[in-house]
């Protein structure tokens, strides 16, 4: 029995990970929420903990109180939402930076499994550079891990997002296109909208059915993202 757990499982890509992960009997799953309930809507049987970031003295719960052999970083917020770049970057860099630490304390160590951003690679202004810290700090931690670099996220928010909602409208027929003109161009797929279920779907199968520990560290990103398995 493999033991998982989902920070950010009340977000976009979090609450994929959520019911998708209800769907493998062979995975115990924790959620790190602020309020329990909230996803008892999505599974009957995820577990859900109150958990504190702010708190440093939190951290030490897992892998103890909270058994772990796979965490799924889904963390993240706007700096609309945050109100001041500090605000941001402790949500999306400080958080899960203490997460890492504290999984490499453990023996032997988790798999980290991140969702970061296209462009982390090459980043410019604070999202990019702060999703770009990130992966520097999980690359430097040494645990196997998982990166996934998505474009625009597609799927239903809680909050509205006028310019997101047309967006999503847009995206779906260019992807339609795009697999039947561009199946293999990995640029247009690198680029291209992506449904969080796919981001979840991409990620649970990168740590679960073929983990790190077999294959080296991976970077999903364009086709491997889309289409994980035909990429390899």
């Given at each position: 029995?493999?033991?998982a757990v989902v920070a950010g499982?009340?977000?976009?890509?979090?609450?994929?990970?959520?019911?998708?992960?209800?769907?493998?009997?062979?995975?115990?799953?924790?959620?790190?929420?602020?309020?329990?309930?909230?996803?008892?809507?999505?599974?009957?049987?995820?577990?859900?903990?109150?958990?504190?970031?702010?708190?440093?003295?939190?951290?030490?719960?897992?892998?103890?109180?909270?058994?772990?052999?796979?965490?799924?970083?889904?963390?993240?917020?706007?700096?609309?939402?945050?109100?001041?770049?500090?605000?941001?970057?402790?949500?999306?860099?400080?958080?899960?930076?203490?997460?890492?630490?504290?999984?490499?304390?453990?023996?032997?160590?988790?798999?980290?499994?991140?969702?970061?951003?296209?462009?982390?690679?090459?980043?410019?202004?604070?999202?990019?550079?702060?999703?770009?810290?990130?992966?520097?700090?999980?690359?430097?931690?040494?645990?196997?891990?998982?990166?996934?670099?998505p474009s625009l996220l597609l799927?239903?928010?809680?909050?509205?997002?006028?310019?997101?909602?047309?967006?999503?409208?847009?995206?779906?027929?260019?992807?339609?296109?795009?697999?039947?003109l561009t199946p293999h161009w990995?640029?247009?797929?690198?680029?291209?909208?992506?449904?969080?279920?796919?981001?979840?779907?991409?990620?649970?199968?990168?740590?679960?059915?073929?983990?790190?520990?077999?294959?080296?560290?991976?970077?999903?990103?364009?086709?491997?993202?889309?289409?994980?398995?035909?990429?390899?």
């Open positions: 029995m493999r033991h499982a009340t977000g976009l890509v979090g609450r994929e990970l959520v019911r998708q992960l209800d769907l493998r009997p062979e995975v115990e799953f924790t959620a790190l929420v602020r309020r329990p309930g909230s996803l008892r809507s999505l599974s009957g049987r995820v577990r859900e903990v109150e958990f504190d970031y702010r708190e440093p003295g939190s951290y030490a719960r897992l892998g103890t109180e909270i058994p772990c052999d796979l965490l799924f970083c889904a963390l993240g917020t706007t700096i609309k939402k945050a109100g001041t770049p500090p605000a941001f970057r402790e949500v999306d860099l400080e958080y899960p930076r203490a997460l890492i630490r504290q999984l490499a304390t453990l023996r032997p160590p988790p798999v980290f499994a991140l969702v970061s951003s296209i462009g982390a690679d090459q980043p410019r202004g604070l999202y990019l550079s702060t999703k770009a810290a990130l992966e520097h700090s999980l690359v430097d931690s040494g645990l196997p891990h998982v990166i996934a670099r799927g239903e928010r809680d909050e509205f997002r006028v310019a997101e909602r047309l967006s999503g409208i847009l995206a779906r027929p260019f992807l339609g296109a795009a697999k039947l990995d640029l247009v797929w690198r680029y291209a909208p992506i449904e969080a279920s796919q981001v979840a779907k991409s990620l649970i199968w990168a740590t679960l059915d073929c983990p790190p520990g077999s294959s080296g560290n991976r970077i999903l990103s364009g086709i491997s993202l889309h289409h994980p398995i035909t990429a390899l």
